[in-house]
Nanobody
Framework: QVQLVESGGGLVQAGGSLRLSCAGS????????MGWFRQAPGKEREFVAG????????YYGDSVKGRFTISRDNAKNTVALQMNSLKPEDTAVYYC???????????????????WGQGTQVTVSS
């Protein structure tokens, strides 16, 4: 497993933008597909975005398509989530996760990811 640390969360008004970052340590994340998930109070954890190990494939949850962009910099061992046009319903704790198998496209199932960060809070005010 790898250690993951998220940063970049905060409070923003509706319509604004935030950029989350996830840094890997302990071992490289460049060989793992990566994902972002979120969990709002009283709700189940939700898939947000994923990126293949090479970065050639990205995929998004329906609620964020066209607004969020996932990217990775394997040289820096980081993954980012650019969030634009934020809505109050985007309010949640956002988690970065590494896929359990190497050299994979990844998936949208949280059970397929076995390394998780501690989460970063994103709050969008109306």
């Amino acid at each position: 497993q790898v250690q993951l640390v998220e940063s970049g969360g905060g409070l923003v008004q509706a319509g604004g933008s935030l950029r989350l970052s996830c840094a890997g340590s302990g071992r490289t994340i460049s060989i793992y597909a990566m994902g972002w998930f979120r969990q709002a109070p009283g709700k189940e954890r939700e898939f947000v975005a994923g990126i293949s190990w090479s970065g050639s494939t990205t995929y998004y949850g329906d609620s964020v398509k066209g607004r969020f962009t996932i990217s990775r910099d394997n040289a820096k061992n980081t993954v980012a989530l650019q969030m634009n046009s934020l809505k109050p319903e985007d309010t949640a704790v956002y988690y970065c996760a590494a896929f359990s198998r190497t050299y994979s496209r990844g998936s949208q199932r949280d059970s397929d990811f076995n390394s998780w960060g501690q989460g970063t809070q994103v709050t969008v005010s109306s």
